[in-house]
């Protein structure tokens, strides 16, 4: 399945953002689609993921700020970010795996990315 993120840019602090993840050559709904960012400087970080079953799950960095979505539909997963802080400056990418329930924030095990979409805060 190819990936292709959207939807990042320059916000202010307290602003929010919509980020797309637009899946083709397989359907989103039967992989574990996740988010994940890099800030800069720094490790990469597990985000968000909404699994197969349309269950959630989120970093505790992000928890009650993301939410993870996703429309069959339009074969589309989708991360809203409200209340951003300047914490979340970071390249944020969305990737589709099959992990088991324990293993849902490890990058290694996702083998589907996309190229990743920027998003800046500015405080």
């Known amino acids: 399945v190819q990936l292709q993120a959207s939807g990042g840019g320059l916000v202010q602090a307290g602003g929010s953002l919509r980020l797309s993840c637009a899946a083709s050559?397989?359907?989103?709904?039967?992989?574990?689609m996740a988010w994940f960012r890099q800030p800069p400087g720094k490790e990469r970080e597990f985000v968000a993921t909404i699994r197969q079953t349309g269950t959630r799950h989120y970093g505790d960095s992000v928890k009650g700020r993301f939410t993870i979505s996703r429309d069959n539909a339009k074969n589309t997963v989708y991360l809203q970010i409200d209340s951003l802080k300047s914490e979340d400056t970071a390249v944020y990418h969305c990737?589709?795996?099959?992990?088991?329930?324990?293993?849902?924030?490890?990058?290694?095990?996702?083998?589907?990315w996309g190229q990743g979409t920027q998003v800046t805060v500015s405080s």
């Open positions: 990737a589709a795996g099959r992990p088991i329930l324990s293993s849902i924030s490890d990058s290694a095990l996702y083998y589907h």
């Open positions: 050559g397989g359907a989103v709904s039967t992989y574990g």
